[in-house]
């Protein structure tokens, strides 16, 4: 149906930027929302951000306003995830995902219906 790819994901210094990428290939046109989550180790897979795959609304968790932001490109079928002021606290399993349900904030994890592998973010002191 769709699957996802992401990129990006690598080891940075605390304040430091990285730029995770999500592409998208398959069924793409049943997308309506795209969101990524990551995952500590011995944590659950917690919501990162989320935009709509058209339209304009974004939504972020508490901890990463004013300092992640999600973007989307859909000539090129990708989604960003631009980090900014990273800590070590960000460290973790970054996971892009697809929501074909149109349902408006999407930060659940049941909301998604597609997920890509994963990349590691690792941000040292």
């Known amino acids: 149906q769709v699957q996802l790819v992401e990129s990006g994901g690598g080891l940075v210094q605390a304040g430091g930027s990285l730029r995770l990428s999500c592409a998208a290939s398959?069924?793409?046109?049943?997308?309506?929302?795209m969101g990524w989550f990551r995952q500590a180790p011995g944590k659950e897979r917690e919501f990162v951000a989320a935009?709509?795959?058209?339209?304009?609304?974004?939504d972020y968790a508490d901890s990463v306003k004013g300092r992640f932001t999600i973007s989307r490109d859909n000539a090129k079928n990708t989604v960003y995830l631009q980090m900014n002021s990273l800590k070590p606290e960000d460290t973790a399993v970054y996971y892009c995902a697809a929501a074909l349900d149109r349902y408006w904030p999407s930060t659940g994890r049941s909301l998604y219906d597609f997920w890509g592998q994963g990349t590691q973010v690792t941000v040292s002191s």
């Open positions: 398959g069924r793409t046109f049943k997308i309506y929302a």
């Open positions: 935009i709509m795959y058209s339209g304009d609304n974004t």
